[in-house]
């Protein structure tokens, strides 16, 4: 059970260039979830999915697209990365109780130059 | 603005001793609240959570205390450990229908001195 994985942990791309960080999770869970994290800033929401064929924007969409592929992969895509998209980024999911805990994965730290 | 705010950026507390954490938030509308830590180099981790129905939490050295009069929430952690060192964030959750987003506050930096 290896929780919620995202690839790379690392990426470091040119400005203009697109890139897709991967995230899967094996707990079952229905809804996923992108956030960003810049220091300073704390936690802010990209795009969530509240299940399978859904998805919406959270607070910063701009830039940034997502694929809900099946129930445990969700994908964030920056199709022309500019250095303001400089961060570390997180996926979580969460199962579906009223508490709505969210697990997160390690993080995938973006470098654009 | 921030619905979620943790108005101190850091903490520093003497090993064995215990930590209050704090955070305020404005909506009273949120239905649960949720504390996570987060080490660098690794993503937060799940805590502890508290219902909007309820004062009190406990869970081993971890308690959270609600006042929602106040809209206030705190984290006790007692006795806090030189592990506990690290970025402890308050979460609030808005339930607009099948959406569970949760509204972070900015972050805590704790530090236990041995």
């Known amino acids: 059970n290896a929780g919620v994985t995202q690839t790379p942990k690392f990426q470091v791309l040119k400005t203009g260039q697109s890139m897709t960080l991967q995230c899967a999770q094996d707990?079952?869970?229905?809804?996923m979830y992108w956030y960003r994290q810049d220091p300073g800033m704390g936690l802010r929401l990209i795009y969530y999915?509240?299940?399978?064929?859904?998805?919406d924007k959270g607070e910063v969409p701009n830039g940034y697209n997502v694929s809900r592929l099946n129930k445990r992969e969700f994908s964030l895509r920056l199709e022309s990365a500019a250095p303001s998209q400089t961060s570390v980024y997180f996926c979580a999911s969460s199962e579906s109780r009223p508490s709505g805990t969210q697990y997160f994965g390690p993080g995938t730290r973006l470098l654009v130059l | 603005d921030q619905q979620v705010k943790q108005n101190s950026p850091s903490l520093s507390v003497q090993e064995g001793r215990i930590s209050i954490l704090n955070c305020d938030y404005t909506?009273?509308?949120?239905?649960?609240f949720l504390w996570y830590k987060k080490y660098p180099a690794e993503g937060p981790t799940f805590l502890i959570s508290i219902s909007s129905i309820k004062d009190k939490n406990e869970d081993g050295r971890f308690t959270v205390f609600l006042n929602k009069s106040a809209k206030h929430l705190s984290l006790h952690i007692v006795p806090s450990q030189p592990g506990d060192s690290a970025v402890y964030f308050c979460a609030a959750r808005t339930n607009a229908g099948n959406n569970r987003k949760l509204i972070w506050g900015l972050g805590t930096s704790l530090a236990v001195n041995p």
């Open positions: 707990m079952n869970h229905n809804s």
């Open positions: 909506n009273s509308m949120f239905d649960y």
């Open positions: 999915s509240a299940s399978e064929g859904t998805t």
